[in-house]
Each structure stands twice: as structure tokens, then as C-alpha cells.
Nanobody, 125 residues
Framework: QVQLVESGGGLVQAGGSLRLSCAAS????????MGWFRQAPGKEREFVAH????????YYADSVKGRFTISRDNAKKTVYLQMNSLKPEDTAVYYC??????????????????WGQGTQVTVSS
């Protein structure tokens, strides 16, 4: 069992930065690949970024590539999402998620086993 708690969301002006954190409980955090997703009002939840178990491989949605960076600290049981050059279209609730299999289908919601409650990010123009 893994419980995930996101933090770090807030209100920021366009062009600004935020760093989201996702703290995990449980002893097996280092066995899980991690992902970040987001959901804007009236839209479906969408993939943002993924990091492998070791942290050696990362993947990004085209919309955030070059602006967002996912990282993890297994000793702290935490995964991060550094978000730079934020745009109003980045406004959404951001969720972290954990998956046991380090699946190649990491963009799909269904492969993830555990989800956090989400943190709101609002980017003003």
C-alpha cells in the first residue's frame, strides 16, 4: 500500500515557476515508477510526466517538454515536478501517481495503482 500526498501548488503569474512535491508513505516507494497528471476544469485527466523506478528515465508530454522537470528522491520517498515558464493553460489540479510495473504505457491512467488527492495550480495571465 502506498499513500501519496501532493503539495506545492498555488497561484503564480505567467512565466513564473512552482515546484510540486509528492510525498509517499510505505516502505516500497523505491519499487514504483511515478507519474504526474493534471486535470483542468471540464477536461479529462492528462499525462504530464513520468519517471522510472531508478530515476534514470524520464518522459514528458509535448506540451510541457523543456519547461517541466520530474525528479525523485527515493531516500525521502518524494517525487518532484519543477515547473518553469508557466502558462495560463497549465492551470489544473495536478496529481501524482505510482505504478508497480514501470509500464511502457505510462501515459495511460489505468496503469497506475495509487493516486494522490491533487494540488491546485493556477497560472494568471
Amino acid at each position: 500500500q502506498v499513500q501519496l500526498v501532493e503539495s506545492g501548488g498555488g497561484l503564480v503569474q505567467a512565466g513564473g515557476s512552482l515546484r510540486l512535491s509528492c510525498a509517499a508513505s510505505g516502505r516500497t516507494f523505491s519499487n514504483y515508477a511515478m507519474g504526474w497528471f493534471r486535470q483542468a476544469p471540464g477536461k479529462e485527466r492528462e499525462f504530464v510526466a513520468h519517471i522510472s523506478v531508478s530515476g534514470g528515465s524520464t518522459y514528458y508530454a509535448d506540451s510541457v517538454k523543456g519547461r517541466f522537470t520530474i525528479s525523485r528522491d527515493n531516500a525521502k520517498k518524494t517525487v518532484y515536478l519543477q515547473m518553469n515558464s508557466l502558462k495560463p493553460e497549465d492551470t489544473a489540479v495536478y496529481y501524482c501517481a505510482a505504478e508497480r510495473d514501470d509500464s511502457r504505457y505510462y501515459t495511460q491512467i489505468g496503469v497506475y495503482d495509487y493516486w494522490g488527492q491533487g494540488t491546485q495550480v493556477t497560472v494568471s495571465s
